[in-house]
């Protein structure tokens, strides 16, 4: 008995540590809706800073007073990056900011090990909590005890702070009704930094306070920020007491679950989460989603489809890239092939992100599902290439056809959370049943037949596939269905009202849209010649997002350049230089304030612009910006 | 005004493919080198791969200032890998094709190595793994182009069986990293010492996600099962947690702790005055070897770096000293020589000679087996002895049913 209670303090002391954490990411999205995918790096560098203060400050004093200035300091930092980047994208489309902060963390990552150098850093003991305290027999940490009692204290002192304030009330107003704030004359932009800095104070303080039982290393950020995520969204968004049970809930299940099942951690949290959504679309404490009031910036100026001239420059470029092979090396067309397959992967996403309006946190499910069908076919069932490439997609198919029946139910973040833990049990899946799948030394020699092998072979056969897909996701946008399906995205109610069946539309979307990036996949497969875990994992999923919001998700088919350029420069830079990731976010973060709308977007609203007078729409469009203030 | 929109559009189209190319002009070769291609994860396992990068520019140095290989110079193309497959793969075929070097080398994980070698088998290209440590390398996957410098799984857990089968202990728990090396460390560990020890049981195992351990309850479920002996397999920061939690709960205490890689300065030197005592380890404690090549390896490293050398920077030294070797028996660049010469050559490192089979392509370099202790705040390795890796494979009957024929 005496070990069940000890387990279930140790499971309430993770649980306070990853609840300081969550909590400031759920005010940060629920008063600005930034998905904040930069709160892992606040948390890292809160952990690196306060190491170098605790290590220099001397005595009790010297130590808690490190931990508190690294988080003041790092909070510092975000209320800095809020002020010159963030505030120049809360008019872009939704998700955008996303972009920003993933350009951030990728900097972040590079910076620390040029900062604090490549070891992995031991901090100090908390001064007073260095020992263990004996109960029911067993030696509890007297650190843990500390966490324990700290979590439920911040969670006071949050709750104070939102009923008890002036500014609590304000920032509780805005996790409502943003707009409404702003009419009723709040100053929008003090209350959005100062939410922001509270948030990154407490992932900064989060990290600081893991020195004593963890290591500092540059891959804390990665390790904590999808975990966070799910305790918000289990917890029911902008719910702090929300997150505050998530927590405890994960922490514990996977203290006792560990017990029975010692493999359970890697999915368990993605697990409860899909659980619970399911059950409970808006988590545990959340409560629906009030329906966007802002007209979609895509009604004021159509899609339309492509004009003669813009046809033939289309057909001048396609036939521009199939004549690379008479110039380029071997290693170019692989490359070019590579590009042209994450053409294929972000159209896909693209097609359901901009055209369905569901953003998906997990498309690489569908991705890996096809290559991993294209490994059984070729590797167990032996059949010819061909095939192979015909039916692996087929996996991506069942895979979007089952997942996408229960995401579909959601909405917004929801479901965006809802595919990501989907795409994790996939990826769980893909890594732990060795037998069949081979674990994480994935499956080999998957090899292109004599007809596709060689680069150039191999090149056109990729740009066929990408050329044919990303055009009839085309021709399928300006179907009936694509219009159908862009009702439901713009306004739901009112599509259902005129008897659009939106859930079948929108389910047939990710469909169409998984099974598109099962084709990718079964490419990607004979590209490489192998498949891994990797191909379904977070990492491909949140690339693709980087590459539609990259090329501007307003737009038709912005995620085929924002596929060449996310695509060429990344492999370009890892080539080059060991601090791509540096650049790379870099560059992205620079992207983000120069485009806006993304690269595409900010093209179509500089042609909408010079075209103003001789159309209306145009001229409607080109006065947006300004509206959208 | 559209038509020159448009004809921007469309050369923008082509422009990314073409800007890649600009690149690949630069193929002319100088006559007097010898490129070798090498590929690790650089930005992803920094801790491990800097100094890693230190020995084999060290190497380097060493081979150029000697006059070079076959009378021309030797020249490392390095990239990075990012800690995945598909861009490992990426590299490699960047170096193959646009470097055009003469062999491959270097890789960390396992998968990137499997990929790599498989790669290597499809291009028919001389591939060099340096680090990954799976058996599937030489064994189950292995292939007539590669070859692996580092002791392997097995290799290292039949050295920590000898050391594990003297202890008293009958009950034994496990605490792995739930991927690959992990599991396949353990697998091997459980056989080889079941075989020793029919008397033993196993009563627990834990497998915390790489990266991702919440070490306190691991700590408090491997306790519970009241274990004499715990087997480690965690390494890095997830090490860093388990110690502490053990340490703080006295969970390491009264129990023999056999720790795969502990003894490596990469994983033992973060634990400072956390570093527990009396774990039997693998690892290369670089301050207490006697032996020649060693010291002057030593003395090399530390008068260019003023810095000491991790295993990492053996591994990286020595997987370039086996290149040069391998390149100067073959006398060629021909990749069909190369096998040849690499088959079953000697050549001298800084653990004393070592030899590349013939039957497996595993080299014969081993590790160091000793105990952890504290010194002075630092975690220290004593009583460690070299143990050779051509004692600690399976009969050449066994290896020839695990690989696959050609």
């Known amino acids: ?629 | 005004m559209k038509r020159r929109d448009l004809l921007i559009g469309a050369s923008l189209f082509g422009a990314t493919f073409a800007a890649a190319l600009a690149g690949s002009a630069t193929g002319a070769l100088a006559q007097a080198e010898i490129k070798i291609g090498e590929i690790n994860s650089y930005s992803a396992l920094p801790a491990f791969t800097e100094p890693y990068r230190k020995g084999w520019q060290l190497a380097v140095e060493e081979i150029n200032a000697a006059g070079g290989v076959n009378g021309k110079k030797i020249v490392v193309i390095s990239k990075d890998d990012g800690g995945k497959p598909a861009d490992a793969l990426t590299a490699a075929n960047e170096l193959v094709e646009k470097e055009k070097v003469a062999m491959l080398a270097g890789t960390f994980l396992s998968n990137i190595g499997l990929a790599v070698s498989d790669f290597a088998n499809q291009k028919k290209v001389f591939f060099l793994a340096a680090e990954p440590l799976t058996d599937a390398i030489t064994w189950s996957k292995g292939n007539r182009y590669t070859f692996r410098l580092r002791p392997s799984n097995y290799m290292q857990a039949a050295m920590l069986v000898d050391e594990a089968a003297k202890l008293p202990a009958k009950r034994w728990a496990t605490i792995a990293p739930n991927y690959e090396y992990g599991q396949s460390a353990v697998g091997v560990f459980k056989k080889l010492l079941s075989a020793k020890r029919p008397d033993i049981e196993w009563v627990d195992e834990q497998w915390p996600p790489l990266g991702k351990i919440d070490a306190g309850p691991v700590v408090q479920a491997t306790a519970a099962a009241k274990p004499d002996a715990i087997l480690n397999v965690m390494f890095g920061a997830d090490l860093v947690k388990l110690v502490r939690e053990g340490n703080t709960r006295g969970t390491f205490k009264d129990r023999s702790v056999v720790s795969f890689l502990t003894g490596e300065p990469e994983y033992l030197d973060p634990l400072k005055d956390e570093t527990p005592e009396g774990w039997i380890v693998t690892g290369y404690p670089w301050n207490d070897i006697q032996i020649p090549e060693h010291d002057k390896f030593l003395k090399a490293y530390q008068a260019k770096y003023n810095d000491y050398p991790r295993l990492g920077s053996i591994v990286g030294y020595q997987t370039i000293k086996a290149a040069a070797a391998i390149l100067a028996k073959a006398g060629s660049e021909d990749t069909d020589k190369m096998i040849a010469a690499a088959e079953g050559i000697t050549m001298p490192s800084p653990f004393g000679e070592i030899t590349f089979r013939k039957i497996d392509h595993q080299s014969t370099l081993g590790a160091f087996v000793g105990k952890t202790a504290q010194k002075d705040g630092k975690g220290v390795m004593t009583g460690s002895a070299y143990r050779n890796g051509k004692d600690y494979l399976p009969s050449d009957a066994e290896v020839s049913t695990l690989r696959p024929k050609e």
């Not at chain 1, 303090?9 to 600005?32: E, H, M």
């Not at chain 1, 339309?304 to 033939?312: A, M, V």
């Not at chain 1, 499910?365 to 991993?372: N, P, S, T």
């Not at chain 1, 179509?604 to 469009?621: F, G, Q, V, Y």
């Open chain 1, 1 to 629: 008995m005496g070990f069940y209670i000890v387990q279930f303090l140790t499971g309430l002391a993770s649980a306070s540590a990853l609840f300081l954490v969550a909590s400031g990411l759920s005010i940060i999205f629920g008063v600005t809706r930034i998905v904040n995918f930069a709160h892992g790096a606040f948390y890292m560098l809160g952990a690196y800073v306060a190491f170098t203060l605790t290590e220099r400050l001397s005595g009790a004093f010297g130590f808690w007073g490190g931990i508190v200035l690294a988080a003041l300091a790092v909070a510092i930092i975000g209320v800095l990056v809020e002020m010159l980047l963030l505030r120049r994208i809360y008019s872009s489309p939704e998700l955008f900011q996303l972009l920003a902060t993933f350009g951030l963390t990728l900097m972040v990552e590079d910076l620390v090990v040029l900062i604090w150098g490549p070891d992995d850093l031991l901090g100090r003991r908390a001064p007073g909590f260095r020992g263990a305290v004996e109960m029911f027999g067993q030696n509890v940490p007297s650190y843990d005890l500390f966490m324990i009692v700290l979590g439920p204290v911040v969670l006071g002192i949050l709750w104070l702070l939102f009923h008890r304030t002036r500014w609590g009330i304000l920032v509780r107003a805005a996790t409502q009704d943003r707009d409404m704030v702003a009419a009723l004359g709040v100053n929008q932009k003090w209350l959005f930094t100062s939410v922001f800095g509270a948030g990154v104070f407490l992932a900064a303080l989060g990290g600081a306070l893991q020195i004593p039982r963890d290591a500092v290393h540059h891959a804390l950020d990665l390790r904590i920020i999808v975990e966070v995520f799910v305790v918000v969204v289990i917890g029911g968004l902008g719910s702090i007491t929300g997150a505050f049970v998530a927590a405890v809930l994960v922490a514990e299940l996977n203290a006792f679950g560990i017990l029975v099942f010692p493999k359970i951690s890697i999915i368990l949290v993605f697990l409860v989460m899909a659980v619970v959504l399911i059950v409970r679309p808006w988590g545990l404490f959340g409560k629906p989603e009030a329906a966007a009031r802002k007209t979609p910036g895509l009604s004021v100026r159509p899609w339309q489809p492509l004009s003669q001239n813009e046809r033939i420059a289309f057909a001048v470029g396609v036939v521009l890239a199939a004549l690379l092979p008479l110039i380029a090396g071997n290693y170019a067309l692989a490359v070019g092939a590579e590009i042209a397959i994450f053409v294929i992967f972000a159209a896909s996403l693209h097609f359901l992100m901009s055209v369905g309006g569901l953003a998906s946190f997990g498309h690489a499910a569908y991705f890996g599902l096809g290559a991993y069908g294209v490994a059984f076919l070729a590797k167990i069932a032996g059949l010819p290439m061909i095939v192979c490439l015909a039916l692996g997609p087929l996996l991506g198919l069942f895979g979007a056809a089952i997942f996408g029946f229960f995401a579909i139910q959601l909405s917004g973040v929801y479901f965006a959370m809802l595919t990501l833990a989907f795409a994790q049990i996939v990826w769980s899946i893909a890594f732990q049943w060795v037998p069949v799948t081979g674990g994480d030394n994935g499956i080999l020699s998957i090899w292109p037949e004599t007809w596709a092998a060689g680069p150039a072979r191999f090149y056109w056969l990729s740009l066929a596939v990408a050329v044919a897909v990303v055009g009839l996701l085309r021709v399928i946008v300006f179907s009936p269905f694509g219009y159908a399906l862009r009702g439901t995205r713009d306004s739901l109610l009112r599509s259902e009202s005129i008897g659009i069946d939106a859930k079948r539309i929108q389910w047939t979307a990710f469909v169409i849209a998984g099974t598109a990036a099962g084709i990718g996949g079964s490419l990607f497969a004979y590209l490489k010649g192998s498949v891994f875990p990797d191909n379904i994992g977070i990492g491909l999923s949140v690339d693709a997002l980087v590459m539609v919001l990259l090329g501007g998700v307003e737009t038709v088919s912005g995620a085929v350049v924002g596929a060449i350029v996310f695509k060429a420069l990344s492999i370009w830079l890892v080539s080059q230089t060991d601090w791509s990731k540096l650049i790379l976010g870099g560059v992205i973060v620079l992207i983000v304030v120069a485009f806006p709308k993304g690269i595409v977007g900010m093209i179509e609203t500089w042609r909408a612009r010079s075209d103003a007078p001789s159309s209306k729409s145009a001229a409607l469009a080109a006065s947006q910006p300004e509206g959208a203030e």
